[in-house]
């Protein structure tokens, strides 16, 4: 069982940027992909970025393509987003995943993920 933990959530103005972190204990970090996902209120979780489990692929989803980036440190067991030029559509709870299997490289579907931390809030002020 994972335990996945996110902060760096907050409140900002539209333009600025935040850098959230997800540290995970549980399972062999290193070997799994991660994931980040968000739900806006009323709406359902969709699929923001991933990172495979040795940093050699990422994906992410064309609303945040070009100002999201995510990493990882498999020394410190953490994933992080960097988000840059935050408008008000990016305002969510921000959630880091993990998926069920070691070494696979699932895409954006929620199902593909069974580990989930509790979520950080993320507001763009306009």
């Known amino acids: 069982q994972v335990q996945l933990v996110e902060s760096g959530g907050g409140l900002v103005q539209a333009g600025a940027s ?3 972190s997800c540290t995970a204990s549980g399972r062999t970090f290193s070997t799994y992909t991660m994931g ?22 990422t994906l992410y989803a064309n609303s945040v393509k070009g100002r ?3 990493s990882r440190d ?8 960097e988000m840059n030029s935050l408008n008000p559509e990016d305002t969510a709870v921000y959630y880091c995943a993990q998926p069920r299997f070691q070494l696979s490289a699932p895409r954006t579907n929620v199902g593909q993920y069974d580990g989930w931390g509790q979520g950080t809030q993320v507001t763009g002020s306009s």
Do not use: D, H, P, Y
């Open 36 to 57: 980040w996902f968000r739900q806006a209120t009323g709406k359902e979780r969709e699929f923001v970025a991933r990172i495979t489990w040795n940093s050699g692929n």
């Open 18 to 20: 935040l850098r959230l």
């Open 68 to 70: 999201f980036t995510i």
């Open 74 to 81: 498999n020394a410190k067991n953490t994933v992080f987003l």
